[in-house]
């Protein structure tokens, strides 16, 4: 069983950044790669960044690219999503996944466990 909680969401002006955290317990962290989603009302849920086991491979989706940062922190069993240069668009409930394996996956599908979310909004 794994359990996840994210932290650090909260409202900001659009250009502005915030720093999610997601601090997880039970299984190995450090053996399982990591991944931030976000759903937006009415959306699907959409997969912006993941990270392997070792912090050396990650992935972005492109309407992030070049804004968000993932990071992972193996001794705390935390994984981080730095935002900046926030829009608008960006509005949503993020969660963090875990990984079914080591990589990081760029599908839902490659995930198997997931937080309640923290709520970003971004004012205009």
């Known amino acids: 069983q794994v359990q996840l909680v994210e932290s650090g969401g909260g409202l900001v002006q659009a250009g502005g950044s915030l720093r999610l955290s997601c601090a997880a317990s039970?299984?190995?962290?450090?053996?399982?790669?990591m991944g931030w989603f976000r759903q937006a009302p009415g959306k699907e849920r959409e997969l912006v960044a993941a990270i392997n086991w070792s912090g050396n491979v990650v992935y972005y989706a492109t309407s992030v690219k070049g804004r968000f940062t993932i990071s992972r922190n193996n001794a705390k069993a935390t994984v981080y999503l730095q935002m900046n240069s926030l829009k608008p668009e960006d509005t949503a409930l993020y969660y963090c996944g875990k990984g079914r394996d080591q990589y990081a996956g760029a599908s839902g599908t490659d995930y198997d466990y997931w937080g309640q979310g923290t709520q970003v909004t971004v004012s205009s």
């Open positions: 039970g299984r190995a962290f450090n053996n399982f790669g």
